[in-house]
């Protein structure tokens, strides 16, 4: 069992940045992980994932160029900076664990789910 925590969220300006961070236990080192996004009435949409190691990234278009993921050496955390913030980033962040060593950008490849974070941009 993996459980992943997620904080960080807030209420910012459009432009600014933030910094989300995700708590995993130990047994996700072995894990791809990856963060999605749902704002309200639309669907859960993919944001970015990192392989077991760091060594391998994916994003989402909307995001491309504004979000960077990461995770630290022994891989139990996983921060995405949000720069560049806009008001479309607004939704609840939710981080998830892969049941493979590296990331997809299907929500159904991924076995554990964290409570989620809220953020919110405003223009």
């Known amino acids: 069992q993996v459980q992943l925590v997620e904080s960080g969220g807030g209420a910012v300006q459009a432009g600014t940045s933030l910094r989300l961070s995700c708590a995993a236990g130990r047994t996700s080192s072995n894990n791809g992980v990856g963060w999605f996004r749902q704002a309200p009435g639309k669907e859960r949409e993919f944001v970015a994932g990192?392989?077991?190691?760091?060594?391998?990234?994916i994003y989402g278009d909307s995001v491309r160029g504004r979000f960077t993921i990461s995770r630290d050496r022994y891989g139990n955390t996983v921060a995405l900076q949000m720069d560049s913030l806009k008001p479309e980033d607004t939704a609840v962040y939710y981080c998830?664990?892969?049941?493979?060593?590296?990331?997809?950008?299907?929500?159904?490849?991924?076995?554990?789910w964290g409570q989620g974070t809220q953020v919110t941009v405003s223009s």
């Open positions: 998830a664990a892969a049941l493979r060593a590296y990331a997809s950008s299907q929500a159904t490849d991924y076995r554990y």
């Open positions: 990192i392989s077991w190691n760091g060594g391998s990234t």
